[in-house]
């Protein structure tokens, strides 16, 4: 995969994960290898659509448990040492 590409992809993962340090970062090395406005204009629509897809599917599941009793649904967060159930908020 050329830069060119790389640098699309991540314009689009920038947008999507809402780094705004990202996002500028990727946007000048893409301008800066040449990367047409078309194309830049086309990831960051692309990550505007994976970002509406994950929100889509957080509200579902936030409404689905939410009216859930309460259940151990274990950590929230995959790094060690947190107690079950508690969340690293």
Request: aromatic letters at 4%; glycine letters at 12%; hydrophobic letters at 40%.
């Amino acid at each position: 995969m050329d830069e060119r590409i790389k640098e699309l992809i991540a314009i689009g993962a920038s947008v999507g994960s809402h780094c705004q340090p990202c996002l500028a970062w990727h946007l000048k090395k893409a301008r800066e290898l040449g990367v047409a406005d078309d194309d830049i204009q086309a990831a960051v629509e692309v990550g505007f659509m994976v970002e509406k897809g994950a929100g889509n599917a957080m509200r579902k599941y936030a409404l689905e448990v939410a009216v859930q009793p309460e259940q151990d649904q274990g950590p929230c967060c995959s790094a060690g040492g947190l107690e079950v159930g508690k969340c690293c908020g």
